[in-house]
Antibody, heavy 117, light 108 residues
């Protein structure tokens, strides 16, 4: 059964870089059928797509975050990662990783990242 | 950038009644529209894609309609487990995505 698990620090200081990894089990990240994405949700608010990556390394980012976001993939570890630079309190959110295609979506359970000094 | 607007923000419905949720796109997204359900503390779950096709395992009481800029999610007879927040999402420029702000369906 496919599982996605987010991991990384739960607390990040303002102006630093937030780094998260999504580990995929029960399926290959090298599948040509899917994109692998990051979505975030500030506490009590709606969903915001951050970006996604194809196993080949092609990336697609939300224009509003593009200058601060890097998504990468490590097929040997069946993982993909998110880096968000120059964070502020407004970046505090639950971050979800997901396997995406138009007809299906499989999400991780999410991880809360708080930006605070 | 395509902006997705959902209405109403909150919908109060009695169990067994019908719920109708709306989603409007700032420009045409054809039928490239999905609906998600999110319960507290859980990740969103895909309900509908290509505007009207139910995802695997989704009950028939959930139906979607619309195309272009106007879309509707209908829950024909609300069950207790259906009280949640619902999001529309456009993917007209796949894999770029945009979510609507959500509609909370609460018990009346």
């Amino acid at each position: 059964q496919l599982q996605l698990q987010e991991s990384g620090p739960g607390l990040v200081k303002p102006s630093e870089t937030l780094s998260l990894t999504c580990t995929v089990s029960g399926g290959s990240i090298s599948s040509s059928s899917y994109y692998w994405g990051w979505i975030r949700q500030p506490p009590g608010k709606g969903l915001e797509w951050i970006g996604c990556i194809y196993y080949s390394g092609s990336t697609y980012y939300n224009p509003s975050l593009k200058s601060r976001v890097t998504i990468s993939v490590d097929t040997s570890k069946n993982q993909f990662s998110l880096k968000l630079s120059s964070v502020t309190a407004a970046d505090t959110a639950v971050f979800y990783c997901a396997r995406l295609k138009p007809s299906s979506a499989y999400w991780g359970q999410g991880t809360l990242v708080t930006v605070s000094s | 950038e395509i902006v997705m607007t959902q209405s109403p923000a909150t919908l109060s419905v009695s169990p067994g009644e019908r719920a109708t949720l709306s989603c409007r796109a700032s420009q045409s997204v054809s039928s490239n529209l999905a609906w998600y359900q999110q319960k507290p503390g859980q990740a969103p779950r895909l309900l509908i894609y290509v505007a009207s096709t139910r995802a695997t395992g989704i009950p028939a009481r959930f139906s979607g309609s619309g195309s272009g800029t106007e879309f509707t999610l209908t829950i024909s007879s609300l069950q207790s487990e259906d009280f949640a927040v619902y999001y529309c999402q456009q993917y007209n420029n796949w894999p770029s995505l945009t979510f609507g702000g959500g509609t909370k369906v609460e018990i009346k």
